[in-house]
């Protein structure tokens, strides 16, 4: 799936040939919030994110594309703040941590490259 | 954006007398939403708010239609005219509209051995396995049309749509 639509989960559904009131039920919500949720007029919830990944076997990056990119968006601007707060250090526990820091922009950069 | 994804999101429509079958492909092949709006009062209004609907909620770059004003296309004059207010209401939102004749669907399917509507459908079905179980049943000649049918010819359009911009024509044999 490519980051086009802000959620898969409509498609996910309808390529298993699920109707809404059977998905709802695996997942626990009424049918009227399932809709909503398909067409974004509700966030998605973590119980709704974690039992779609159980069901369908993918991951929240891929069913929810515009919610994971905007997490993203967000950890790295703290991650930012975080990491020149970190650039005067020079004890092995800042290094390390810079380190960390580093490799987590540095995979979120290659992660959207195609972008 | 990479090249599997550099059309954007490709919405095909193809209205029936009852409304119209859509498909929504992010690349080709790979159809992310679908479905038949169907209507029975107020026909062409009525498909126009659901195409506009469609718009306003999936923000194609592409709507694909088929050929319905020149010769040998025959449509109705509804329909016709409901094509020519899709495209008009597509064109005002900046959306590319191109427009394939049943030759072309032909052509672009020709090598799968597809020369009829079902032949096609079959052949799509084939390909696209969501489409499998919305194959309609071979249609006698004292049969109305399915309306599942008007879908797999928006598929058959967005196919083409990215057959005669990508890679050539669609290959699987049915």
């Known amino acids: 799936m490519s980051p086009l639509l802000p959620n898969y989960l409509r498609t996910l559904r309808m390529r298993w040939g699920l109707t809404q009131p059977e998905l709802a039920s695996l997942l626990g919500v009424t049918e009227s919030a399932l809709s909503k949720f398909e067409t974004q007029a509700l966030a998605p919830t973590k119980n709704l994110i974690l039992g779609i990944e159980v069901i369908f076997g993918q991951t929240a990056r891929e069913v929810f594309p515009a919610l994971y990119a905007q997490a993203e968006r967000n950890v790295m601007r703290r991650a930012a703040v975080f990491s020149s707060r970190l650039e005067q250090r020079r004890d092995a526990a800042s290094l390390l941590k810079r380190r960390f820091v580093a490799e987590m922009i540095q995979r979120a950069e290659v992660d959207n490259k195609h972008l | 954006m990479n090249a599997r994804y550099k ?144 879908l797999f010819d928006a598929v058959a359009l967005a196919l083409t749509y990215f057959a005669v911009n990508t890679r050539g024509p669609v290959r699987s044999k049915i």
């Open chain 2, 7 to 150: 059309h954007g999101l490709v919405l095909a429509v193809h209205p029936t007398s009852r409304g119209f079958g859509w498909v929504l492909f992010e690349s080709p092949l790979s159809p992310v939403d679908w479905g038949m709006a169907s209507v029975k009062a107020k026909r062409s209004a009525r498909s126009l708010a659901r195409f506009e609907r469609l718009l306003t909620r999936y923000e194609p770059k592409v709507v694909v239609f088929e050929q319905f004003s020149e010769r040998p296309a025959r449509r109705a004059n509804r329909i016709r005219e409901l094509c020519r207010r899709m495209i008009a209401l597509a064109g005002s939102r900046g959306i590319y509209t191109p427009i394939y004749s049943r030759e072309s669907i032909r052509d672009c399917f020709e090598s799968s051995g597809a020369k009829t509507r079902r032949d096609i459908a079959l052949s799509i079905a084939e390909q696209i396995e969501v489409f499998r179980r919305r194959l309609p049943r071979e249609r006698k000649r004292w049969d109305s049309e399915d309306v599942r049918q008007s």
